[in-house]
């Protein structure tokens, strides 16, 4: 069973702090790992991909992947109302079926004004 | 359009319709997927095609039946289903079914089966 793990939260910060969002996965042989935003009744949006050790950063978002850990987080700077949403962790497995993306359930963030 | 459209945005059925999902990519994507998203889970994917060939199907009752006409259309048809089986469904596409490609999602149908 590959499985990905998140904190459900939900996770409060103050607007302008840091948000800090974890997540482990099982599948050591995972090759790619994803960010998606989720806003409550709406689809999931693509944020943040990244496939090898360290960070990307992409404006406020900064991913970092350690694969010898089994741990992948999404730091947000300076943080928004608006970017109070649900965070879905993806994770793509070893496997043939290696495209298939395996969720995490999500860690809900709350940014208070 | 742009992006992954999806119709209809809401469905609500009675166990003994038949109705059927649309989904189109103008991504130019060779792979698309339907995905289920129920309340407290996680997404569960359900199909994968590529090239309109199916190449995943993951363990989904028979209840649900997809078809893949060409590379930018995906239809997922649906009869004799349960209560359980409302959710919101969520087609995406990729470039193609490598790891390495994103998948983009479309807005989704939410469906009630009473």
């Known amino acids: 069973q590959k499985e990905v793990e998140q904190n459900s939260g939900p996770l409060s910060v103050p607007e302008g702090a840091i948000a800090s969002l974890n997540c482990t996965y099982s599948?050591?042989?995972?090759?790619?790992f994803f960010w998606y935003r989720q806003y409550s009744g709406k689809s999931p949006e693509l944020i943040m991909s990244i496939y090898s050790n360290g960070d990307k950063e992409d404006g406020r978002f900064t991913a970092q992947l350690n694969k010898a850990s089994q741990y992948v987080s999404l730091l947000i700077r300076d943080s928004q109302p608006s970017d109070s949403a649900t965070y879905l962790c993806?994770?793509?497995?070893?496997?043939?079926?290696?495209?298939?993306?395996?969720f995490g359930k999500g860690t809900s963030l709350l940014v208070t004004p | 359009e742009t992006g992954v459209t999806q119709t209809p945005r809401h469905l609500v059925m009675g166990m003994t319709n038949k109705k059927s999902l649309k989904c189109e990519q103008h991504?130019?994507?060779?792979?698309m997927y339907w995905y289920k998203q129920s309340a407290k889970k996680p997404l569960e994917l359900m199909f994968v095609?590529?090239?309109?060939?199916?190449?995943e199907n993951n363990s989904v009752p028979s209840r649900f039946s997809p078809e893949c006409p060409n590379s930018s259309h995906l239809f997922l048809h649906l009869h004799t289903l349960q209560p359980e089986d409302s959710a919101l469904y969520l087609c995406?596409?990729?470039?193609?079914?490598?790891?390495?490609?994103?998948?983009?999602f479309g807005p989704g149908t939410r469906l009630t089966v009473t």
């Open positions: 995406a596409s990729s470039q193609d079914t490598s790891t390495t490609y994103e998948q983009y």
């Open positions: 991504l130019g994507h060779n792979a």
């Open positions: 993806a994770v793509t497995g070893s496997s043939d079926s290696g495209y298939a993306l395996n």
């Open positions: 599948d050591r042989g995972s090759q790619s």
């Open positions: 095609y590529s090239l309109e060939e199916r190449v």
